[in-house]
């Protein structure tokens, strides 16, 4: 469809124009020569000529086509390569894209090619001792912006930076990992439909609520207060307590001397979840609670009997009776105390935070651990790519409170620490404490198990089976009668796929530069509708889908869907939406060379009623684009009855707007547009492959239809409308 090659208006205009002109000299020179005749010979000329006037109609078309064909190859010769090179060099002149335009046409069309290649050489030439220049210009700028992001990501609380329309401006990783677990959809969307660059934070925290702290903030500001902040807790609507604390973002102070503006350009959010937090000192607060009611009764039996037991007359049988009432308050007061240390024990159990912990580590902390009780100890087959989710001090304690028994009982002098994977625990792992030497029983390691860890001089009221149920694992003892050797196994939860790349990225950060974008404090306008906004304004998801084939309404199903989104035209590719879906229905062997997707990449996937709702809220508040989007959006709006959803977002098509800025281009397929773009095409036939090609191909256009005098939304929905690829219907 994007191929077909459409021939220049002009060329039509001028074979119609020569095509009129002839008829006119014709008709001239007839009547040039009829009225040098008289009537007879005028009417033999007629007679001669009618009989052949077929002949001659063939022949002048003859004529026309032999025109038209000369006028086709003059304009392939000389105006149709004239015109496709100025549209390309338009690229070069308003985008930053750099390549040598390839000479075509005729001679002094190809010098003029080379001319120009030589002076995009030159203007780059100068470009880059001008960047050079820059770079080093702003090098203390950036090297403050790198401290600022490497601290923002290292930091253990979450932190979420705002403008004052509420529009996240930075987050790092604990942020995103925070909102995750607040998402309703976190299978599916993990919590990207919630934090993001320009997004909202007024999708997780009341407008009023958060409108108030700023409020406070702002009054202490004007009595001067020098470190004004506000706290507030509040529930989210996925049923999560948060704690949060605001601080201020202040402008620029203009007069030097003022310390500091009093001016708001945005908000410092700190997070903490203390859902569970909440929990457990409400249970603590109801146990305080019954221990008070029920101890002041029986302090009141107690004294009661004590205050009888002081009358000398009192008889044997009623003395007896009143110390009776003694001994069972006394004892049920000591029973309820003992009951109350063991759940404080179990409170303390379930205040443990199981965190994600590279499996290494872990070994290395407890290797040194136990050579602190002076028994040497080294590591055995560690696989270095698990990650654990464990609460790594009283696993270490549980280790070391091993080994010193296994020194003292049995004269062990030399242990091993083992890490692999579990087989056939999905999701599990084996870390294993080895140790050669004496046999033991079955009731020494449930002694061992069951006693309180005695650590060093140091002793705990928690057992190996505390820390082993808190992990919701499991411990055993096994031999290895070849080896001689023995070992404990501990049976440990793998930290999830998604957590384990979370925490990889935390701990490499990688990913900082794109996680903050100070120019968006600068974004204010909120009021003018959607249309009026300009292009560069604007934030907007790109997407792609891959489907089952071609026909939505003949019952192709959407296999996947990919997305990314572009904020203060900048891609955010880390903040991607990617999620095969279930299609319930069979995948047709014909299509599976083009995107890849096999049946069973797909069972167990969730599908389209749960994936588009997700999606749409990733999507929320932005405009959709996508190549080619009638095709895709064909699928998405067949299915949004079931998912109880409606996309009434607007979109662009960047097929339509290549055909806007470039009409005389050949082809406007996406790999075409990605060439004279010189964006590199990566992972094509993918849907989030595809999504980031079209979203680099989009931002390459917005500047060349701004050329065009094409500026807002509006503007750019009317120009697309009036293509000739509008018109292709799904």
Known sequence: MSGQKRIDRRLWWLLGGAAGASLLWLAATLGLIGSAMDAQERQAVLQTVGDRLILILLTWAAGMALIGWGLKRWFDLWVTPSVQLAEEAQVLLRTDVVRELTPKGNAETKVLVGLFNQLVGQREALRHQMDARVREAAQGIEQEKSRLAALMSELTQSVVVCNLDGRILLYNNRARMQFRALSQAPGVAGGAELIGLGRSVYGVFDRKLV?????????????????????????????QLLRVQMAPVRAPSVDPAEDRSTELTGFVLML????????AESAKDQVLHTLTERS????????????????????????????????????????????LESGSADSLKTRWPLEDMLGADLVTASLKRIESLS???????????????????????????????????????????????????AGKAWLDLIWSGQAMSTETVMSWELDPMKVGGEALRLTVRDVVERHNGAFWFERERVRHQAFFRFLLPLANPQEQAEAADFAAGDSRPEYYDFDLFKTTEQTRSMDDRLLTDLVYTVFDTETTGLNPAQGDEILQIGAARIVNHKLL???????????????????????GIQPEMVMGKPTIDQVLPAFHAFAQDTVLVAHNAAFDMRFLQLKEKVAGVAFDHPVLDTLLLSAVVHPNQDSHKL???????????????????DAMVTAEVFLKLIPLLAEKGIHTLGQAREAAQKTYYARIKY
Not at 272 to 279: A, K, L, P, Q
Not at 401 to 415: C, Q, T
Not at 671 to 689: D, K, P, Q, Y
């Open 296 to 339: 002041r009764a029986a302090m009141a039996n107690m004294q009661a009997a004590l205050d009888m037991l002081d009358y000398p007359d009192l008889d044997a049988p009623m003395r007896e009776r009143f110390l009776g009432v003694l001994r069972d308050e006394t004892r049920s007061l000591s029973q309820r105390i003992g009951e």
């Open 272 to 279: 903490d979840n203390i859902t569970r937090e909440f929990e």
């Open 211 to 239: 409108a108030h702290a700023l409020e406070n903030i702002r009054q202490r500001m004007q009595r001067g207060a020098g470190q004004p902040s506000a706290q507030f807790v509040t529930t989210t609507p996925a049923g």
């Open 375 to 425: 028994m040497p100890a080294t590591a055995a087959e560690v696989d270095a790519s698990l990650w654990l989710k464990v609460e790594s001090f009283s696993l270490m304690q549980a280790l070391a409170y091993l080994a010193g028994r296994l020194a003292d009982e049995f004269e062990v002098r030399f242990v091993q620490l083992r890490l692999q994977p579990a087989t056939g625990s």
């Open 573 to 595: 590719r880390q903040e991607c939406f990617e999620q095969l879906v279930n299609p319930q229905r069979l995948i047709p062997p014909a299509s599976i060379p083009i995107h």
């Open 671 to 689: 790999e075409a547009i990605a060439e004279r773009f010189s964006v590199t095409v990566v992972g094509r036939h993918t849907a989030l492959g």
